[in-house]
Every structure is written in structure tokens, then in C-alpha cells.
């Protein structure tokens, strides 16, 4: 078992930035691929950025360029830097973890955390 635990949320004007954490217990997940995911009211959960245990990335199309999802294998811990944030990515955030390569499909991961509010004012 995994046990995923965000924190980092919060409230933020737009063209702020936050960095979301994700503490990762129970077993290594140094061979895990980790994703971030968001779902705001009414919406369904979408992805917003992967990365492979080796460290490769992709990002959502709408996050391209101002967030950074990164790694700490010796912390175990998983990051999301948002930069310039928007209203549109005012959500709540979830990490995720699973076996094998890495997936853009919520129902690809096995682990999964809480979630961490982030809010963007305008």
C-alpha cells in the first residue's frame, strides 16, 4: 500500500504561484510513475502533469509552460510548481501514483491523496 498526503494549497491572487507537495509512506515509490490531477465544482478530474521514475514529463496542454512537476526519490516526495496561476486553474488538486508507465487516465492509478484546495482570486 501507498499512502499519498498533498499539502501547499491555498489562496492566491492570479499571476501568483504556488508549489504543491506530495508525501508519499507505506512503500518506495521510486519505481512509481506520479501524476497531478485536478477537478474543479461540477467538472470531472482531469490530468495536469505526469512524470516517470526516471524523471520524464508531460503536461496538460493548459499548464504547458507554467507548471513544473518534479520529484525527490530520496524524500519520497512528489512537487507541482505553478507559476502565473489563473482562475481557470482555481481546483482541487490530487497526486497520484501507479505501477508501471506513466498515465494522462484517471483510472490508471492505484494511489491516490486527499486533494489540496487551491484558489485563485482575480
Known amino acids: 500500500q501507498v499512502q499519498l498526503v498533498e499539502s501547499g494549497g491555498g489562496l492566491v491572487q492570479v499571476g501568483e504561484s504556488l508549489r504543491l507537495s506530495c508525501a508519499a509512506s507505506?512503500?518506495?515509490?521510486?519505481?512509481?510513475?506520479m501524476g497531478w490531477f485536478r477537478q474543479a465544482p461540477g467538472k470531472e478530474r482531469e490530468f495536469v502533469a505526469r512524470?516517470?521514475?526516471?524523471?520524464?514529463?508531460d503536461y496538460a496542454d493548459s499548464v504547458k509552460g507554467r507548471f513544473t512537476i518534479s520529484r525527490d526519490n530520496a524524500k519520497i516526495t512528489l512537487y507541482l510548481q505553478m507559476n502565473n496561476l489563473k482562475p481557470e486553474d482555481a481546483a482541487v488538486y490530487f497526486c497520484?501514483?501507479?505501477?508501471?508507465?506513466?498515465?494522462?487516465?484517471?483510472?490508471?492509478?492505484?494511489?491516490w491523496g486527499q486533494g489540496t484546495q487551491v484558489t485563485v482570486s482575480s
Open positions: 497520484a501514483a501507479r505501477r508501471g508507465a506513466s498515465s494522462t487516465s484517471v483510472l490508471a492509478y492505484d494511489y
Open positions: 507505506g512503500r518506495s515509490i521510486s519505481m512509481y510513475a
Open positions: 512524470i516517470t521514475w526516471a524523471g520524464s514529463t
